[in-house]
């Protein structure tokens, strides 16, 4: 899933790129940001990258894309209960949020 992420990142930067990871321990979660300074995703497309074979208006525009490699991902987070969303500013760049539950939470979950 990592692999995905920072591929896209690869795949949609800009010169100089940077990718950035970050976390965040919580009382039940530890939140993973990876983020990068890409050419970013549109508002209209956000909503919709984790749908099956969507590709998106960069997707069309910069490189051929299968629109599945998101869609996996998420499924994959799905089943070990791992939270994955996106949150992007075109031109500026995206950031990928997993939120892994603690070890109790996965307990709880049978994982």
Known sequence: MI???LSNAIKYRKDNL???FSAR???NTVSLFISDNGI???AADLPRVFD??????????????TGIGLYLSQ????????SLSISS??????TVTMVFPTESYLQAAGL
């Open 75 to 82: 499924r994959l987070c799905r089943k070990m209960n791992i």
């Open 52 to 65: 099956k074979g969507f590709t998106g208006e960069n997707g069309r525009r910069y490189s051929k894309s």
């Open 89 to 94: 500013v075109p031109g500026q760049g995206t």
């Open 40 to 42: 970013g995703i549109s």
């Open 25 to 27: 321990a919580e009382k």
């Open 18 to 20: 940077q990718v950035e």
């Open 3 to 5: 692999g995905q992420i």
